[in-house]
Nanobody
Framework: QEQLVESGGGLVQPGGSLRLSCAASGSIFSINDMGWYRQAPGQQRELVAV???????NYEDSVKGRFTISRDNAKSTVYLQMNSLKPEDTAAYYC????????????????WGQGTQVTVSS
């Protein structure tokens, strides 16, 4: 059973930093795009950052220059380094990965993590 397990959320003061991690496990043949989304109460889930298997990145405008997405392909893990955090960054953060399984190597399925809460408050 493939799954994504997140860690690293918590409470931080404005201006502080947090690092989120998300590890994929199971019968994984390859992973294409990996990304982070967030959802605040009463809001739609939005893309925060995405990274391709080749390392190309894309960011939502409000986090550019503050957040950095990276991945370790050997560990099937994606990271989100969040600096200069603001109260408006408060949300549940979800990781996403497009995974091809060893049983059907040419088909990619989108998997989601369980979510980790990030709260930015003084």
């Amino acid at each position: 059973q493939e799954q994504l397990v997140e860690s690293g959320g918590g409470l931080v003061q404005p201006g502080g930093s947090l690092r989120l991690s998300c590890a994929a496990s199971g019968s994984i043949f390859s992973i294409n795009d990996m990304g982070w989304y967030r959802q605040a109460p009463g809001q739609q889930r939005e893309l925060v950052a995405v990274i391709t298997s080749g390392g190309r990145t894309n960011y939502e405008d409000s986090v550019k220059g503050r957040f950095t997405i990276s991945r370790d392909n050997a560990k099937s893990t994606v990271y989100l380094q969040m600096n200069s955090l603001k109260p408006e960054d408060t949300a549940a953060y979800y990781c996403q990965a497009d995974v091809a399984r060893t049983t059907d190597k040419t088909i990619f399925y989108r998997y989601w993590g369980q979510g980790t809460q990030v709260t930015v408050s003084s």
